[in-house]
């Protein structure tokens, strides 16, 4: 008896998107990746060429084959929405990476792009597949540390942008501190009512003044009045660097501060264990575990755990922030 295979195709096979593929074609038993697209086609021939997959020369090609039945939509942000709404408006069960847009008019156009058919759309926020944040999940469900108070979140890139000023925090926002924004959402199961945002450029190079911010704070209220403290910095030089924690009435579960491999080298001078040098390698498990999730879900058509209202709830408070750092005061999340 064999199992049936669920065709993949990705949308943007980039640093992400390779992933994704990667895994299509690698790693879950239920997957096969069927077509590869990307703007660049040398990028696009060369991941095809290494993963056994043809490589489209647009994207409505790899809609048009009948075996892609789920697209992972993992391009630049900005083509997000247009991108997931052509495949869903072609029946193909979606994996969208985060933000699902820039705006809320996009991310409802998406959302309706799903509703009008029997497509299946999924937001990519991964770290919920992570086995650390699903135990700690648990934990607070079952009632165990009793009611879900405050969450800290402290997410912080090895990389240091050098973005013009004009950019802002737009790209912090949207790109990392809308994991812990959703994270917030998903542990304290309330919704954001605002968002105070203030943000810097830290490290005074001559240059300062002319560069976006590469650091933020996110003071988060709810409307059932849980808190919410998130910090984003772009340039932790000494590793990748991903931590919460849930304060709950009667205990906290914190996730975080874990090792690359298991060695610890014990000196006189102190202990010793290596970090992780970045997502991919941070949460290379959940990734797997998404895209084996969403494969599963498409064969037995269970709604995805992750939805557009998920994903646009995240949008809405990035926005939010974005707001906050220009006016300088907290600002209500929109509905």
Known sequence: MTTERVGVGVAGVGLMGRRH????AWHIPGARLVAVFDADRTVASRVGQELGAPACASLDELLENDGVRVVVVASPSRFHADQAVAALTR???????KPMAHSLADCDRVIHAAERGSARLQIGFMRRYDAAYAEAKRLIVSGALGEPLFFRATHRDREATHLPAARGVVDMMFESAIHDFDLSRFFLADEIATVATSAAVLGHTPDAHERAPNAALNAVRFVRGALADIETYWGALYGYDVRSEIVCATGTAMVGQQQGTRLEVYTPGGAIHDLFPGFLERFGDAYREELA???GGTLERRPPPVTGLDGRAA??????????????????VAR
């Open 293 to 295: 999730d969403f494969v």
């Open 315 to 332: 949008v809405a408070a990035a926005l939010a922030g974005i707001a906050s750092y220009a006016s300088g005061r907290a600002e209500g």
């Open 91 to 97: 029946g193909k069960d979606v994996l969208l990476e």
């Open 21 to 24: 593929a990667e895994n299509a």
